[in-house]
Nanobody
């Protein structure tokens, strides 16, 4: 079994930055991609950013140019650098590992991000 642990969330003012981390308990065999999702109160969970095994990245339109996903394979960790944060970015952020083409996925427990003055 693989555990994913997110960290780095917190309270930040609009325009500020946060860096989220997602650490896997071990390397993940047949990993296809790592993704960050978020879920705001009363809303559906949405895909924010993803990075494939080949290093290709993708972003939701709402975060393009502000968020950057990256990874450190040696540490089994993926990051989400969030800049120019807005109140609409307030949500619980979840890390997801996609394995075997999506047949298997692992989820972290989430980390709260609150953007408020």
């Amino acid at each position: 079994q693989v555990q994913l642990v997110e960290s780095g969330g917190g309270l930040v003012q609009p325009g500020g930055s946060l860096r989220l981390s997602c650490a896997a308990s071990r390397s993940i065999p047949r990993l296809n991609s790592m993704e960050w999702y978020r879920q705001a109160p009363g809303k559906q969970r949405e895909l924010v950013a993803g990075i494939t095994n080949a290093g290709s990245t993708s972003y939701a339109d709402s975060v393009k140019g502000r968020f950057t996903i990256s990874r450190d394979n040696a540490k089994n960790t993926v990051y989400l650098q969030m800049n120019s944060l807005k109140p609409d970015d307030t949500a619980v952020y979840y890390c997801n590992a996609v394995v075997l083409g999506g047949i298997l996925t692992y989820w972290g427990q989430g980390t709260q991000v609150t953007v408020s003055s």
